[in-house]
């Protein structure tokens, strides 16, 4: 069973109810597990069902983002991103962020930059972290906000533990290799909202949801909503991007940069964007304010992806297996917190 992307290569939908078993010796658990690591080998994406979460609690996870979103704006700036990029918490205004991919010096960044990304969000991590500590709205502003999403990301990590374990006997190592490098739960929550946008500007490319990027930690769970928008590059066809449409029922799985590079590349990571639509009925219209009339609008998105990172002070070389005398290492050793502030300097 599979997401058909545009007449490419399907994104696989996988059953994860036989991974969520604590026994990893069993047929069933094993072929879900090549299962698992095949689609991220060959696609980079995986839609997984039956995952462990209640449909209920994704629900009001979106419930709250909803409620988040629409809270005044002056509430909102109240809890802002701080200054510094690897600092990822709090709220970022529409525009404030834009993805960069693979550049580090100011001038490759400004130049690959130039596109605004319209999407706002907020940012929230482990509650006993000690580096980045997490910025709250107050508690009379969303009663109930702080309780929910401190839950929230504990049942992300209890999907993530699984999903670590799942890879690793995918790639014929013990089930606790990379688990092992995921103990601090140094991983981060992000609520998303894309407010509509002119569909003339987007598809001229003077607006993006989200550009064209890979994401740059182990994995990425992305919960998403019925809008739409994401799409995913071919990695036999740089540049053709393919829809990957809202399954109902499921989470998209994505491998990043940090495992790619942890792995030699024997799995890599694949660009994808958001580009939402308009509706097909054209209900969602805006006055232009220079008397052409009506333009089109897209629709409204919100996601929620956790992502999932190894230990900050963990030094990550190359998994066993993924190298040897034909096989060169093409990545020298770096700590897992190194390489996150690098890529998240370069964003902010």
Not at 179 to 204: C, F, M
Not at 230 to 251: M, N
């Amino acid at each position: 069973m599979a997401a058909q992307l545009d007449d490419g290569l399907p994104i696989p939908i996988i059953d994860f109810a036989p991974l969520l078993s604590d026994d990893c010796r069993q047929r069933l658990y094993t072929d879900a597990a090549k299962e698992l690591y095949l689609a991220f080998k060959n696609i980079g994406f995986a839609y997984i069902k039956n995952y462990g979460t209640p449909p209920e609690v994704v629900d009001e996870a979106f419930a709250w983002s909803h409620r988040f979103f629409a809270l005044p704006q002056e509430e909102k700036d109240k809890v802002p991103h701080p200054p510094e990029g690897w600092n990822h918490r709090g709220y970022s205004t529409v525009g404030r962020e834009k993805v960069s991919q693979m550049v580090f010096d100011k001038a490759g960044i400004a130049k690959q930059r130039r596109v605004p990304d319209m999407k706002e969000s907020f940012e929230m991590g482990n509650e006993k972290a000690a580096r980045a500590r997490n910025i709250w709205p107050a508690e009379e502003v969303l009663p109930g906000f702080r309780r929910f999403f401190t839950d929230f990301f504990e049942a992300c990590y209890q999907l993530e533990v699984k999903l670590l374990r799942a890879i690793a006997v995918g790639m014929g190592l013990d089930d606790g290799f990379f688990v092992d490098y995921h103990r601090n739960k140094d991983n981060q929550v992000r609520l998303l909202r894309y407010p509509p946008v002119e569909e003339a500007l987007l598809a001229a490319g003077k607006v993006d949801c989200i550009g064209a990027h890979t994401d740059f930690a182990t994995l990425t769970m992305l919960f998403q909503d019925a809008a739409g928008g994401l799409e995913v590059e071919r990695k036999s066809q740089k540049g053709r991007f393919d829809k990957a449409p809202y399954v109902p029922g499921t989470i998209v799985v994505n491998i990043g940069d940090f495992l790619m590079r942890w792995s030699n590349d024997e799995l890599t990571s694949t660009m994808h964007r958001v580009r939402t639509s308009a509706p097909a009925d054209s209900g969602e219209a805006a006055e232009s304010g220079d008397g052409s009339g009506p333009r089109r609008m897209t629709r409204e998105r919100f996601s929620i992806p956790y992502f999932v990172a190894a230990d900050r002070e963990r030094i990550i070389d190359c998994v066993p297996g993924c190298w040897g005398p034909d096989r060169p290492k093409k990545y020298e050793p770096i700590s897992a917190g190194e390489y996150a502030d690098m890529r998240l300097n370069a964003t902010y």
